[in-house]
């Protein structure tokens, strides 16, 4: 963890350094950031992360989830920088915004940090992170998506699309336990891994058997 002693012997916690925000030598915590983005009422969830690059650059994208009725435009960008700029610091306000369909968590609801940011500097989605722990990993592909797109200077894919693992990559599958259950997000399903071009009715044929005694 950073932590910063005052003059007056007070401690400030900017928290871990592989996800703490560096930007011109200034640290500030991921925190910090979302204390100001949580009080913008079109935005219902917001990821950001501080990406070191083999140029020796620094590219700090913010990833939004619009709230119900809520566009990312022009406007919300806008007002998104200057809330930054004024609460925080000139230096913090994104180098881009950037809508995603949910942010990456662990089952207890913890942001994926810092597996996203390893995602953004190339690293495997299998790399970074047990996808059987978390609440929404095909995100984790989107985001290896985008960070491609960002490498071959395309735009970003659309932030609702479900995008398959990169060739070599595993899939992550979740298969519906529960025949009342519509969604799968959040209780009668489980995980279930394969190889790239399997599909979900072959995972499901294959362990259907499994499937009948309830969610692993």
Known sequence: DWITINPDQSIIVSGRSDSTLN?????MGSADIYAVIDQIPDIADSLVIGVEQPDGGYHMPLFIVPADG???????????TSAVRTQLSPRHVPDAVVEIASVPRTR??????VPVK???????????????TLSNPEMLN?????????????????PQQLLSPLVGERVVHRITTDPAVRDVT?????????????TESEVRAATEPDLVSGPA
């Open 108 to 113: 207890t609801g913890k942001r994926l940090e």
């Open 23 to 27: 930007r011109m030598g200034v640290r």
């Open 186 to 198: 959040d209780v009668g399903f489980r995980l279930v891994e394969s190889a790239p071009g399997v």
């Open 142 to 158: 989107w985001f290896a998506h985008y960070a491609q797109a960002m490498k071959d200077r395309q735009p970003a894919p659309p």
């Open 118 to 132: 390893r995602i953004l500097q190339g690293i495997p989605v299998d790399e970074v992170a047990n996808t059987g």
């Open 70 to 80: 809520a566009t990312v435009d022009d406007d919300l960008c806008a007002r998104i």
